[in-house]
């Protein structure tokens, strides 16, 4: 949840925004989520998945050192952020020899390298359940999810609005 105060001058009032389970999320490319106060639309442009090694993932593996996952919704070539491994250049993904998570440039594929525990699929779902990994990533669809308005009210009219103190706003 995230608080929202609007004000002019003495007169202010604040809202708490209940996102609930939605999290809102950003990419280093500037790619971000947003919230409607208005309208109470939640925009989704950044996708989350939480890697633990579960019965319901799969891999392929190239090179014995190379796990690929497909993410459907993902867009391809997007920029990701993980956060257990950096992210790599497709250069540096076939350079071998360096850990990280990369995307695949034509397809929405999550590509892990990392030599200490990458050499089986099996092996790597053994040291995920221990190490979980999340990436998040840019949607090849945005989505939204519709909210309650959340729009302080003010007499006299907002002139200045402020968000909790983690959210810078735009």
């Given at each position: 949840d995230m608080t929202i105060t609007g004000a002019d001058g003495t007169a202010s009032d604040t809202v708490t925004v209940a996102l609930g389970s939605n999290v809102c999320a950003s990419l280093p490319d500037g790619t971000h989520d947003s919230y409607d106060a208005v309208t109470g639309v939640l925009t989704k442009l950044v996708g989350k998945v939480v890697f633990d090694g579960?019965?319901?993932e799969w891999w392929s593996i190239e090179n014995g050192t190379r796990l690929i996952r497909t993410i459907e919704e993902m867009k391809?070539?997007?920029?990701v952020y993980c956060d257990r491994f950096m992210t790599?250049?497709?250069d540096q993904t076939w350079a071998g020899g360096i850990d990280g998570v990369s995307v695949n440039t034509q397809y929405a594929n999550i590509e892990?390298?990392?030599?200490?525990c990458a050499t089986t699929a099996d092996a790597f779902d053994t040291w995920l359940a221990a190490n979980p990994v999340t990436v998040y990533y840019a949607l090849a669809t945005p989505t939204t999810v519709q909210l309650t308005p959340h729009l302080p009210v003010v007499r006299t009219g907002i002139k200045t609005l402020s968000?909790?103190?983690d959210?810078?706003?735009t």
């Open positions: 579960s019965a319901d391809p070539a997007c920029s790599l250049t497709s892990f390298v990392n030599s200490e968000i909790g103190a959210v810078v706003p």
